[in-house]
């Protein structure tokens, strides 16, 4: 029987993972206030947005193993303690870069990061298996809903990052500046609010495992099997793609339009449009099964990325990203109904580590990889191109990723580049009125007042070495989903030859 509070409880898990969409989907919107702010590679920032994937993935495997002994409401509850103490270290990073430089400010930001995401983790642990146990006969249906929070959480941070940033100077009309990113990111807190007050004083049902007396030796047992491995090895490449790309989807487009803005609008609607389309998931999947759902979804994801990566119009950018939201859309709730539905004895476990290896995936390969690939095609263009640019702004240190290295753009200095030096000079007669030093600051300037005849020349085939690491970026990328589809098209063919997909329960599983 359904529990009287399970509609409440679907939408309090639905409002935390919002508010995980709505950190997430700021942070994008504002790297380049980081890179600019502190000096970072692309590397740097694909390091740090890494970093809160690592630990939403490690926690989330961890927790699922503890779930149905601690309890769901206390999870939940140190979740909304984490959310909070996350907020004052990553807050805490320009306090750290003035003291400690740009390494103190890294760490700040990573650190803060990290613990933001064993917030989201505690919470990923709880609300999948949460919504499995409340809705047992339409999982796929339900779980595509509750996700539908993530979307949600893209489009409201990414509209807030859209309305706070920087507008440049029209007809007319002066130049406004960016919002300071310290209160852009704060936002996320709103939902965290939210989604406490849904669960003050609710009961929390018993999982289906627990009801059936598994313990957590026979939750384990029951996903020891070569098709378990299969999906965990899918679901790797999912959070590969998905949550990689979306690190960096809103920055690489707003470089391609030449418009941060264009990006982000960007990255709303195909935001708008993942959280429509997840509440239609239930008669889709009833007319072709999960895992046709899955293999469709695949192969729109690798056709909407390679044209993503071949894109230089507002049109085509916006037809590649349709395409791209439409394959992304239901792969990762639908591969979580799958593992419960197909392993219903592992309980919280089986769809923890489902969706904990997805988030290290994303963390330790899609977030740095992407960023990596970035640095290495955009340096490898303007060094080809135009070797004394590419020497005048280039990183001071090598970055490397799976034993190749390059040395990248320094976001900082291509960052003054764009803006005619006008932040540069503004920070200056800032700090001379108040009679402050700052040795960054110094550094930038100096550098700056050196390179400065020679912008106008550098300018162009910079913004292109930018343009060229972004789109190779998606296009590499764009294979990950290709492989994905090749798996799927191997499993609905394994199927078909045993009768066909069917969902499993706690005392028919086998």
């Given at each position: 029987?359904?529990?009287?509070?399970?509609?409440?409880?679907?939408?309090?898990?639905?409002?935390?993972?919002?508010?995980?969409?709505?950190?997430?989907?700021?942070?994008?919107?504002?790297?380049?206030?980081?890179?600019?702010?502190?000096?970072?590679?692309?590397?740097?920032?694909?390091?740090?947005?890494?970093?809160?994937?690592?630990?939403?993935?490690?926690?989330?495997?961890?927790?699922?193993?503890?779930?149905?002994?601690?309890?769901?409401?206390?999870?939940?509850?140190?979740?909304?303690?984490?959310?909070?103490?996350?907020?004052?270290?990553?807050?805490?990073?320009?306090?750290?870069?003035?003291?400690?430089?740009?390494?103190?400010?890294?760490?700040?930001?990573?650190?803060?990061?990290?613990?933001?995401?064993?917030?989201?983790?505690?919470?990923?642990?709880?609300?999948?298996?949460?919504?499995?146990?409340?809705?047992?006969?339409?999982?796929?249906?339900?779980?595509?809903?509750?996700?539908?929070?993530?979307?949600?959480?893209?489009?409201?941070?990414?509209?807030?990052?859209?309305?706070?940033?920087?507008?440049?100077?029209?007809?007319?009309?002066?130049?406004?500046?960016?919002?300071?990113?310290?209160?852009?990111?704060?936002?996320?807190?709103?939902?965290?609010?939210?989604?406490?007050?849904m669960l003050f004083g609710q009961k929390f049902p018993k999982s289906e495992v627990s009801s059936a007396g598994v313990s957590l030796g026979g939750m384990l047992a029951s996903i020891a099997t070569p098709l378990m491995l299969v999906l965990i090895v899918t679901h790797a490449l999912v959070g590969y793609v998905e949550l990689g790309t979306d690190s960096w989807i809103s920055k690489i487009t707003g470089t391609i339009l030449a418009s941060p803005a264009a990006g982000l609008k960007l990255f709303v609607y195909t935001s708008l449009l993942m959280f429509g389309l997840r509440f239609v998931a239930g008669p889709i999947v009833h007319k072709i099964s999960p895992l046709g759902l899955l293999l469709i979804s695949s192969v729109l994801g690798f056709l909407g990325l390679h044209l993503l990566g071949s894109a230089s119009t507002v049109a085509a950018c916006v037809i590649a990203a349709t395409v791209y939201a439409c394959g992304k859309t239901f792969l990762w709730p639908t591969m979580l109904a799958v593992v419960s539905e197909r392993f219903p004895k592992g309980g919280a476990v089986a769809i923890g580590l489902i969706g904990g290896v997805g988030m290290l995936s994303a963390g330790l390969l899609g977030g740095p990889a992407i960023g990596f690939k970035q640095d290495y095609h955009a340096s490898a263009n303007l060094k080809e191109t135009t070797p004394a640019a590419y020497e005048r702004y280039k990183a001071d240190k090598e970055n490397s990723f799976m034993g190749i290295s390059t040395i990248g753009l320094d976001g900082a200095k291509v960052g003054v580049l764009g803006d005619d030096g006008a932040e540069v000079d503004r920070v200056t007669a800032l700090l001379a009125k108040e009679g402050k030093k700052d040795e960054n600051h110094e550094k930038l300037a100096t550098w700056w007042s050196e390179v400065k005849p020679l912008a106008a020349q550098d300018k162009d085939p910079v913004n292109k070495a930018g343009i060229v690491g972004g789109q190779m970026a998606l296009k590499l990328t764009s294979y990950v989903p290709l492989t994905m589809a090749g798996i799927f098209l191997l499993l609905v063919i394994y199927f078909r030859a045993k009768g066909g997909y069917k969902p499993l329960s706690v005392d028919n599983s086998h």
């Open positions: 029987m359904t529990a009287p509070n399970a509609k409440r409880l679907l939408w309090a898990g639905f409002m935390a993972i919002l508010a995980a969409g709505v950190g997430y989907s700021v942070r994008g919107g504002i790297l380049g206030q980081w890179a600019e702010q502190f000096g970072f590679t692309m590397t740097d920032l694909g390091k740090i947005t890494g970093g809160g994937l690592t630990g939403f993935g490690v926690v989330i495997i961890l927790s699922s193993l503890i779930a149905d002994k601690v309890g769901y409401g206390k999870l939940l509850f140190g979740a909304f303690v984490l959310h909070v103490i996350s907020a004052a270290v990553t807050l805490a990073a320009p306090a750290a870069f003035a003291s400690g430089g740009k390494e103190a400010a890294y760490n700040c930001l990573f650190w803060g990061m990290f613990i933001f995401a064993v917030g989201n983790g505690l919470c990923e642990a709880v609300v999948n298996p949460l919504t499995a146990t409340l809705f047992p006969n339409n999982k796929a249906h339900y779980l595509n809903v509750l996700h539908a929070g993530w979307p949600a959480g893209l489009v409201v941070g990414g509209l807030a990052s859209a309305f706070m940033a920087a507008k440049p100077a029209a007809e007319g009309v002066a130049a406004v500046a960016a919002v300071p990113w310290t209160i852009q990111m704060s936002l996320f807190l709103v939902p965290v609010i939210f989604y406490g007050v």
